[in-house]
């Protein structure tokens, strides 16, 4: 059974042990690994009952750290990355070496740098990138406080870091930025309109 604690520094200690902990982002609350580590990764994976296939995004502290899970730096997703990092929009670009399987299911990797403070903090002090899967077990809402998560997975969880309650809302905008294309994944709480003004070009959706 999780234990609860409002203390950032002791969240990412546990994290660098291998934890997994349930921390708040800018919208829900996630259920995040240090993403290094392939062991809590897996775990983080079977606690949330997450089906096979699909992969863990990230987020990171900074763009610096964003970059680096990178294979290349593509010039698109760095404009995209300068004009809304922090914030809801992930880039899904080709994965590093040496990420674990469950991240780069498919050769990338999703990762943002979130609009909250106290996440990018929690990477920080981690020492890197955290897995940010919503929460809550396969299928189910996500929480915004820390309460209201569900019983039978904070069974199955290390820690939750307690930050109050979180707004909710849409999940980040997700656009792909692989082999010199530009694509649409997810229309979330960054406008396309936005994401296209920043390109100066129109976006294809998924499988456009």
Same mark, same amino acid.
């Given at each position: ?17 291998? #934890?997994?902990?349930?921390? /708040?982002? =800018? ?7 240090? @993403? ?5 990764? =897996? !775990? ?7 089906? =096979?296939?699909? &992969?863990?995004?990230?987020? #990171?502290?900074? @763009? #610096?750290?964003?970059? *680096? ?13 300068? @004009? ?15 990420? %674990? *399987? ?11 740098? /979130?609009? $909250?403070?106290? #996440? ?13 899967? $919503?929460?809550? &077990?396969?299928?189910? /809402? %996500? &929480?915004? $406080? @820390? ?6 997975? +904070?069974? !199955?969880?290390? +820690? ?20 010199? !294309? ?14 296209? *003004?920043?390109? !100066?070009? &129109?976006? /294809? $959706?998924?499988?456009?």
């Amino acid at each position: 059974m999780a234990s609860f604690t409002r203390d950032v520094a002791v969240a990412a200690d546990a994290l660098r042990r291998g #934890a997994i902990v349930a921390y /708040p982002t =800018e919208t829900f609350y996630g259920l995040g690994a240090l @993403a290094g580590l392939a062991g809590a990764v =897996e !775990r983080l994976g079977t606690a949330k009952l997450r089906p =096979e296939g699909k &992969p863990l995004p990230l987020v #990171a502290a900074d @763009a #610096a750290a964003a970059f *680096a899970l990178w294979r290349e730096v593509p010039a698109e997703a760095v404009l995209l990355a300068h @004009a809304f990092w922090p914030g809801p929009l992930t880039l899904v670009v080709a994965a590093a070496e040496g990420l %674990p *399987a469950p991240i780069t299911l498919g050769g990338t990797v999703a990762v943002r740098v /979130p609009g $909250s403070e106290l #996440a990018r903090g929690l990477c920080r002090l981690a020492g890197g990138a955290l897995v940010s899967t $919503s929460a809550n &077990p396969a299928g189910g /809402p %996500p &929480p915004t $406080s @820390a309460g209201a998560l569900d019983p039978g997975l +904070l069974d !199955r969880i290390d +820690l939750v870091l307690d930050g109050g309650t979180t707004p909710g809302g849409l999940p980040s905008t997700v656009i792909a930025v692989e082999e010199g !294309r530009v694509r649409l994944l997810r229309v979330g709480a960054v406008s396309l309109d936005d994401v296209e *003004a920043a390109l !100066r070009l &129109p976006l /294809p $959706s998924c499988g456009g």
